[in-house]
């Protein structure tokens, strides 16, 4: 069969790419795209270490279809900087140790940021059930929760 | 000794080197590499538990267009059974090169029988479906009970035990005293039996690895592990190719707890490049993962205590069966050898049954064995407190092994913390807190033997007058971070000066695996004795431009300084002045050390638990939890407390959720993160840390490992809160709704003697 070809947008930018009807978008963020940041652990959506906003909705880029990006606007961690400032999520996860073999936590820094746009004073409860779709096997996901209610209290004050 | 103090980078919560990377998606792991002109390799594996391969016939998937190469064990070395064991660390080669590829027997649902690049991996999948595999199925044993029954079904005919074929693999013991003599002076005895169900690692980054062979055999392995001296050398042990000619690259590894301590698919992947003269890239599906590699045993314990009325122990002993899956090597070592060892017990017998069985061959889990071990000795330990009517922490402070203590698997111990665990956890706060109705807290103790052995480390200042440590153990917890610390420290300089990174195989010399809790330790070592040996040529060049003695220069906050007025009116020279007059003043400035390392203390825990059931839907929640841990010395106190909270997730998820279910047919019925239930964000409190640090005499910094005593407590503090709360005690594992509601419907308690 031949391959299709996608318009879209990822990070801001219009980009293209030709992919198989069957590749989900975490194959083509991955592939042609190039853009690894966004991590595969399950292909089932278990995981959420392939975390993605479409539309500003927060997504497992493993559930959706390459070609249902057409004509929308993907965000990826790869787009979560600007330039050399970190998002307050990204500099507050560092500062606290909030990761360890790093492979979950683009998912977990875009599942938190997309928390945090809907949710600016988000409870503890409100933070773990958020992130009970984004698995991480190293922290025990308490160093995570006080990164983001912290950064939370941050963004609040500022 | 030669402890730091007064420090400004050991014990700060730095920001861990590769922090940067892993924040903004651009670290490089196992997956996410690619090479021109690269093809895809994937795995044709035996839907039996057990069965002869009679025949493999691959024909018709060669002759698929895309299909580039096949291979089947014929391709991997034989290390035969005759010719007797060929070890590469505990690792049996006869094992491995079965394990990677089925040889005569496919010995569980998910071993590989053959393996396929092409162009892509859909074509890579369907030659797999085009091979024709003639299998001879026969019986097979899975549970512990049904594999050591006398007409199990037998794995190995060539494995004996007591003289007849069986699938008892090994026995260990560790002894002391006259045991029946100690039971006989006990008061009360109590006797329990507990099972436990296999669990996996349950890292988020499946196996993954990309590897170019060049024509002239030269190799290039790019994959994530935990040690890429391991991958290189098993690598070349299965396939041929001399270590010198293997370059194994370390990726960022997404987890490990010890299942990444052995190859899966480098071997393939090395001759389907070798045989297409293409790079091949390979990467697990978590079905696989889940069917192939790891997890741990299962296990089958009995534990009796003995103890007189004042609460002394008298007498112990320990029965440990592990399901070691399909080939020899479950970790009897670390159950047998660490469940008893925090008490200092005068007579004692811990033995160990290594058990095979038609499941993925078990690879090394967080303390390997002695999380199994101690849920049993510290269930039952808390029963014979309760017997005496002692608080649960006083009956462990009574026994509790010190400085002097001799363990039944050998040392006697150094000074050591493990009484102020026990100490601080009664102390805090967390032990004083009232408790609610169906709620209960339950307590538990834990070792582990941390190990040292081989590292190596070069230690380069930059002509910029700034530093690049490499060593050679993949980072899998901060370990990086905790280098920079200390050799920021040594160097008295900004530890943002100092880059640490991990070295391939053909950059840096030999590094033993990143596990045992070894990482920091080991390479603390070699680190700092590199980086004294810098500090001794910076302070003689100083003295060489100063025109005066060495002795008379000292280093101090990142610069010579003359020792005294007396030696001379010098102005401090600093790390990049020196470095600048480096070329004109005898050459770069750099030192390596490579050492077997030695001197790892064992490291003890105390965790206190607090849950809450419900007892209409069988649901026990952790509402609150600290992990009492010594330390040695934290030299990074974030990642520390990290490894601490990440082996508590890790055995709540053991002890409520986590387990292997199998169909009628032997396979894996739950092989997603769906089915098999780790603990999400909303299933968890915040994990409590109390670090107590008694440094460890034997290291420069004081450091203990720590990664691996976190798990050890768990799933004990977890069952004797259980038991707090509904007054039942659970003598199997996991803990979850189902099993708490039929306990809670038909108590069965097992009777005191």
């Known amino acids: 069969m031949a391959k299709v070809h996608v318009t879209t947008t990822i990070n801001g930018e219009p980009m ?143 | 000794m030669n402890l730091v103090t007064n420090n400004k980078w050991i014990g700060q919560r730095t920001i861990r080197p590769d922090g940067m990377d892993k ?32 025949s493999i016939d691959t024909s018709k998937a060669e002759k698929l267009p895309g299909v580039k190469a096949v291979v089947t064990a014929k391709d991997i070395v ?35 029988v053959a393996a396929v690049a092409a162009t892509s991996e859909a074509i890579a999948a369907e030659a797999c479906q085009l091979i024709e595999v003639d299998y001879e199925v026969l019986p097979w044993s899975i549970e512990i009970d049904d594999a050591i029954k006398p007409d199990a079904a037998i794995l190995h005919e060539f494995n004996k035990f007591e003289g007849k074929p069986s699938n008892i693999a090994g026995r260990l013991e560790h002894k002391k005293g006259d045991l029946a003599e100690g039971f006989k002076k006990a008061d009360i005895v109590i006797e329990r039996t507990f099972t436990t169900r296999p669990v996996h690692q349950g ?46 690259i370390p990726a960022e590894i997404g987890g490990g707890f010890g299942g990444k301590t052995i190859v899966y698919l480098e071997p393939l992947a090395t001759m389907l490049a070798k045989k297409s003269g293409r790079p091949v890239k390979m990467v697990m599906t978590r079905e696989e993962v889940m069917r192939a590699t790891g997890p741990t045993s299962g296990s089958k314990s009995t534990v009796k205590i003995g103890a007189t009325k004042d609460g002394k122990i008298t007498a112990a002993h320990g029965t440990f069966y592990l399901q070691a899956g399909a080939f020899p090597g479950s970790p009897i070592r670390g159950a047998a050898g660490c469940s008893f060892t925090p008490y200092d017990i005068p007579n004692l017998l811990s033995e160990g049954y290594d058990v095979v069985s038609n499941r993925s061959k078990v690879a090394a889990y967080r303390a390997p064995g002695a999380p199994i ?177 060495p002795e008379a220069v000292k ?23 020196l470095a600048e007059k480096a070329p004109a003043m005898g050459g770069p400035i750099g030192a390596g ?16 638990c607090d849950v809450e059931v419900d007892v209409d839907l069988g649901i026990a929640r952790v509402t609150r939890y600290t992990a009492v841990q010594d330390v040695g010395r934290a030299i990074h106190p974030g990642y520390v407390e990290g490894q601490l909270q990440g082996g508590v997730a890790q055995g709540i998820g053991w002890a409520l959720n986590e387990e292997y279910i199998y169909t009628k047919e032997g396979k894996v019925d739950n092989p997603g993160f769906l089915d098999y239930r780790m603990p999400v964000c909303s299933d968890l409190p915040m994990l409590d840390c109390i670090m107590v640090e008694v440094p460890n005499p034997k290291h420069p910094q004081g450091v203990k490992g720590v990664g691996e005593v976190p798990l050890v407590p768990v799933m004990a503090a977890v069952a004797n809160a259980i038991y707090n709360a509904l007054g039942k005690r659970f003598y199997a594992l996991p803990m979850s709704p189902p099993k708490v509601l039929e306990v809670l419907e038909a108590p069965t308690q097992q009777a005191a003697e």
């Not at chain 1, 950064?151 to 609040?156: C, D």
Request: charged letters at 20%.
């Open chain 2, 203 to 248: 890292y988020i980054e499946p196996h993954a690895c990309l590897i170019s062979v060049a024509p002239d055999g030269k190799t290039t392995i790019w994959s994530s592990s935990q040690g890429q001296f391991m991958v290189r050398a098993m690598t070349s042990m299965l396939t041929g190719i001399p270590q010198s000619d293997i370059r194994a």
């Open chain 2, 23 to 54: 924040v903004t998606g651009r670290a490089q792991f196992a997956a996410d590499t690619t090479m021109p002109g690269m093809i895809w390799g994937k795995v044709l594996r035996s839907p039996h538990p057990h069965a002869r391969i009679k």
């Open chain 2, 593 to 608: 050390v490579q050492l077997n390392t030695t001197g790892a203390d064992g490291g003890f825990g105390t965790h206190v």
């Open chain 2, 373 to 549: 071990g101690a849920y049993a000795v510290e269930c039952v330990m808390d029963e014979v407190a309760e017997a005496l009517k002692m608080d649960p922490l006083d009956f462990r402070l009574k026994n509790a092994a010190k400085e002097g203590t001799k363990a039944a698997h050998g040392p006697v111990f150094p000074r050591i913390g493990f009484i102020e665990t026990l100490e601080a956890a009664k102390n805090s706060d967390h032990y004083k807190a009232p408790l609610g109705k169906l709620q209960g807290r339950g307590v538990a103790s834990g070792f582990w033997f941390n190990a040292g052995g081989e590292s190596s480390a070069q230690v380069n200042i930059t002509e910029d007058g700034n530093v690049v440590v490499t060593t050679g153990h993949p980072d899998i917890g901060g370990s990086r971070a905790g280098i920079a610390n200390i050799c920021a420290e040594l160097l008295g300089i900004d530890y943002k000066r100092v880059s640490v990174i991990i070295g391939d195989t053909q950059t840096i010399g030999f590094s033993n695996l990143t596990g045992g809790s070894r990482v920091l330790f080991a390479s603390s070592i070699v680190v700092t004795q590199s980086t004294e040996k810098i500090i001794t040529t910076l302070r003689e060049r100083a003295a060489k431009i100063w025109e005066i003695d």
């Open chain 1, 16 to 158: 293209e790419f030709l992919c198989e009807p069957s590749d989900t978008m975490l194959d083509a963020l991955r592939g042609p795209l190039a853009l690894t940041g966004s991590k595969e652990g399950c292909a089932s959506g278990d995981c959420g270490a392939c975390s993605i906003t479409l539309d500003d909705q927060l997504v497992c880029s493993c559930l959706v279809l390459a070609v249902e990006s057409q004509g929308h606007e993907i965000r990826t961690i790869e787009g979560m900087a600007n330039g050399e400032k970190l998002h307050p999520l990204q500099q507050k996860f560092l500062e606290m140790a909030a990761l360890q073999c790093g492979i979950c936590t683009s998912g977990m820094l875009m599942a938190s940021d997309a928390l945090l746009k809907r949710s600016p004073d988000p409870s503890e409860e409100e933070v773990r059930f958020w992130l009970a779709g984004n698995l991480c096997r190293c922290t025990g996901y308490d160093k995570i929760v006080r990164a983001v209610m912290d950064t939370a209290a941050e963004m609040r004050a500022q």
């Open chain 2, 78 to 112: 034989d290390f035969t059974i005759e010719k007797g064991a060929v070890m590469l660390g505990i690792q049996d080669m006869r094992w491995m090169c079965r394990n990677v590829m089925a040889r005569d027997k496919a010995l569980f649902p998910g071993h590989p």
């Open chain 2, 555 to 577: 280093w101090e906050q990142g610069a010579a300084h003359p020792v005294s007025p007396n030696a001379g009116q010098f102005e401090p020279l600093t790390l990049k002045e």
